[in-house]
T-cell receptor, first 116, second 110 residues
Framework: GAVVSQHPSWVICKSGTSVKIECRSL??????MFWYRQFPKQSLMLMAT?????????EQGVEKDKFLINHASLTLSTLTVTSAHPEDSSFYIC????????????FGDGTRLSIL | GENVEQHPSTLSVQEGDSAVIKCTYS??????FPWYKQELGKGPQLIID?????GEKKDQRIAVTLNKTAKHFSLHITETQPEDSAVYFC?????????FGTGTSLTVIP
């Protein structure tokens, strides 16, 4: 089945550090990738949608300059949390969707980000 | 936009019993409905999906039903096992956008 690889799985860093998370579709071409944030025992909160070769579309309330998204190829999207602070600590999950119509999103295993 | 509601938020069943999770959606144009299972510390995994031209789909112990008229769809798990314990999310898709329910935490008691 479709596989999405997300790295790293866990990051601990000091406040003020920028952190990059990678999301790769391993066996299909993903024209669209999604980035979610999930708080404990809560649902998925869509942060942004990225289409290959174009700028990401951010959801209301998500800071574009804080969460930089790059989707440079059909198999790779990156999320960079710039100048991270403790309130950015969360579980970040990416997903990718095959270019064909009515295909499901396939999720990575998430990145646990802890800012000290 | 689309609004997906999911019930119940928590569900406990005895091992071997059945579990049913229900979702409703608001936009009749939604045409694709996947279900995801999320285990602790992991990303959601697709377990079954159904398209709007189908009323029911089954995969071993898991089945999904769709009622387009009433705009609701349900996940049925039969003969539940402890490893079925997880959080389950429904979703409705329209124009390549996915709208997720709020999740159901299922606990299967041995």
């Amino acid at each position: 089945g479709a596989v999405v690889s997300q790295h790293p799985s866990w990051v601990i860093c000091k406040s003020g550090t920028s952190v990059k998370i990678e999301c790769r579709s391993l066996d299909f071409q993903a024209t669209t990738m999604f980035w979610y944030r999930q708080f404990p025992k809560q649902s998925l909160m869509l942060m942004a949608t990225s289409n290959e070769g174009s700028k990401a579309t951010y959801e209301q309330g998500v800071e574009k300059d804080k969460f930089l998204i790059n989707h440079a190829s059909l198999t790779l999207s990156t999320l960079t949390v710039t100048s991270a602070h403790p309130e950015d600590s969360s579980f970040y999950i990416c997903s990718a969707r095959d270019r064909a119509v009515n295909q499901p999103q396939h999720f990575g295993d998430g990145t646990r980000l802890s800012i000290l | 936009g689309e609004n997906v509601e999911q019930h119940p938020s928590t569900l406990s069943v005895q091992e071997g019993d059945s579990a049913v999770i229900k979702c409703t959606y608001s936009d009749s144009a939604s045409n694709y409905f996947p279900w995801y299972k999320q285990e602790l510390g992991k990303g959601p995994q697709l377990i079954i999906d159904i398209r709007s031209n189908v009323g029911e789909k089954k995969d071993q112990r898991i089945a999904v039903t769709l009622n387009k008229t009433a705009k609701h769809f349900s996940l049925h798990i039969t003969e539940t096992q402890p490893e079925d314990s997880a959080v389950y999310f429904c979703a409705a898709s329209i124009f390549h956008q996915f709208y997720f329910g709020t999740g159901t935490s299922l606990t299967v008691i041995p």
